[in-house]
Structure formats: structure tokens, C-alpha cells
């Protein structure tokens, strides 16, 4: 399926209508801590956006903040220009639509249950993916990996969402897929007027179904641009930025968390040798040599926590 043209965009695109979205100085995070800082983006009407970026650049974390997933740390997200503070739920129930990188397919309940349970419309679904037709009444854990993603979309889509957010539509699919979906988030932004910011690791498809741009490194917004002139820079965007990867958000909250331990223990230290001269007494007998083994064997007890939360020992 060819692309459709960015000058072809629907006249939404254009219009002085208030962003659909809009985040302002945005800092987010997990257990308090800051990933991603002073994110500035908008979403119009009728345009599609591409968030691009290495991986563990902060870009989820990012959608899921303005999803309502994850509160941010600091800054605003906007809704047609009025501040939001909503959890989740009731942010998809005024007119967001989200598609996350798990598809969160039902695997028990067939796909046309998939397409009710959410509040999509099973006709224009179909519409949207005529190949679904023949699997509608087909259990979503026997469809394949892009038949999955389609239900996903279209579950989104068919609930006439204001807003689209989508985080790696295209991950493990077939290129010929991937246009599928990139095809029908495009045709709805041109023809419906939805607004959408995707994250996809296919930075040369993202732009050709996409009007605009922003690059995300290590948490922070590097460039924006309109898609045409990305495609061309793609090379020299690549070589700078996407041909390796960033710190993990885990590594980063892990690395914060040591360094924050490690300057409690110093000041710690600081008060021991204190008493020590005024009373001559021996408070404590650790040494800085023995923070690693004590930092080691604290991770270790919360992995094997983690392990025990997700059910295996192992």
C-alpha cells in the first residue's frame, strides 16, 4: 500500500484550531525519578506525528504520561488547551485512543468481543480491516501477531477517538503489515480529523505516513521537523542518534538510587566520626569498601522479590 502524501493532508492540518494536544515543559518518571525532562510537543487536528528515538530514550514513558498512565513529575499535558490531571481511564473515556506495544488482545474471547469490550464499532472495524471479516468470530490468542495489532488499531479507531497514541505499532510485523496500520492511522487523521502521535522503531515508514517529527535522546526533545525534511536528513539522523541505544529507564533509576544510598551513607559516616571525637567512642566499624557489597545484596533481595511477585522462583 503506497503512502498517502503529505500535501495530500486533510485541510484539519491547517485550521486554527486549538492543539488537540500539548505538553509544556513536561518531566516524567517512575518512583519519583526523572527519565524524561522539558518534553515540549503538540499534536493538531488531521496530523500525524512521530515520536523517534534510540531505545530507552524515554519515548513510552513519555506516551504513558500523557495517556495518564504514570503522573508526571513536573510540567502540564494539555487537551485542547485545558490542563489534565484525569487518570487513564477517563482520559480514553473524552476522546483518547491507545494502542499500546503488548495489543492488549483478550486471548480467551473472540475478536468480535475483542472489538465490543473496548466501545469500538464492529462494522467499521471491519471497515477499517476487511481481512477481519473472516476471523470475527476466531479466538484472539489464534490470530497471528498482525492480525492482533489490526484489532488493536481498529478497536481504537472505531470509538471516533479525538486523539490516536500508538507505541510501536510495527513491532515484529511484516513490512507489508506495518503499511496496513500506518495506511489506516493516515487515512483517519486525513479524512476524520484525528490527531495522532505514534512511536515507531521504522523511522523511514514513520515519515512517509507522518507530517511532522520529533527526535527524543536520553529524555530530551533534540530536533523537530516536518517528515519531508526528515526523510531527507534520515542518514545523517541515524548516524547521530538511532544507531545505538540510550540508558535503560531501569538502568537510570537504578544508577539514581545508588548514587542517592551512597551519599546517605556518607553523610552517615560524617555524623559517626563526629560523635566519635566528642566521645571518643567507636560508633561504627564499616568501611566505604563494603557500600558495594551491601548495595549487591540489596538488589539481589529486591530481584528475587520481583521474581516472587511475578510467580516463579526462578
Not at 93 to 106: D, K, Q, Y
Request: hydrophobic share 35%; glycine share 8%.
Amino acid at each position: 500500500m503506497s503512502a498517502i502524501p503529505i500535501d495530500a493532508a486533510s485541510p484539519y492540518a491547517i485550521t486554527s484550531t486549538p492543539n488537540l494536544l500539548e505538553t509544556r515543559q513536561l518531566k516524567a518518571g517512575y518512583l519519583g525519578r526523572e527519565v524524561v525532562s522539558g518534553v515540549n510537543l503538540t499534536v493538531r487536528p488531521g496530523e500525524v506525528v512521530c515520536l523517534l528515538g534510540p531505545n530507552g530514550a524515554g519515548k513510552t514513558t513519555t506516551l504513558l504520561t500523557i495517556a495518564g498512565e504514570l503522573a508526571p513529575v513536573d510540567g502540564i499535558v494539555m487537551f485542547s488547551n485545558v490542563p489534565t490531571f484525569t487518570p487513564m481511564y477517563q482520559r480514553v473515556r473524552t476522546g483518547i485512543g491507545l494502542v499500546t506495544e503488548e495489543r492488549l488482545v483478550f486471548t480467551k474471547m473472540s475478536t468480535r468481543d475483542n472489538l465490543r469490550i473496548g466501545g469500538g464499532d464492529v462494522d467499521k472495524a471491519i471497515e477499517l480491516f476487511p481481512e477481519l471479516e473472516k476471523r470475527i468470530d476466531v479466538r484472539g490468542g489464534l490470530l497471528s501477531g498482525g492480525e492482533q495489532q489490526m484489532v488493536a488499531l481498529a478497536r481504537a479507531l472505531s470509538r471516533n477517538p479525538q486523539l490516536l497514541l500508538a507505541d510501536e505499532l510495527s513491532l515484529g510485523l511484516a513490512p507489508m503489515i506495518v503499511d496496513r496500520l500506518l495506511g489506516a492511522v493516515r487515512k483517519a487523521a486525513s479524512e476524520q480529523g484525528i490527531g495522532a502521535l505514534i512511536i515507531e522503531q521504522h523511522a523511514r515508514k514513520a515519515l512517509r505516513y507522518s507530517d511532522r517529527m520529533y527526535l527524543m535522546a536520553r529524555g530530551q526533545i533534540r530536533m523537530e521537523m516536518p517528515s519531508t525534511e526528515g526523510l531527507t536528513r534520515l542518514d545523517e539522523i541515524e548516524e547521530a542518534y538511532l544507531s545505538g541505544t540510550s540508558e535503560s529507564e531501569e538502568d537510570h533509576i537504578e544508577r539514581k538510587r545508588r548514587k542517592d544510598k551512597t551519599k546517605a551513607w556518607s553523610r552517615q559516616r560524617v555524623r559517626e566520626r563526629e560523635l566519635r571525637r566528642l566521645t571518643g567512642t567507636q560508633v561504627s566499624r564499616r568501611h566505604t569498601s563494603e557500600d558495594d557489597h551491601y548495595l549487591d545484596a540489596e538488589q539481589q533481595r529486591r530481584d528475587w522479590q520481583q521474581r516472587l511477585r511475578r510467580g516463579r522462583k526462578f
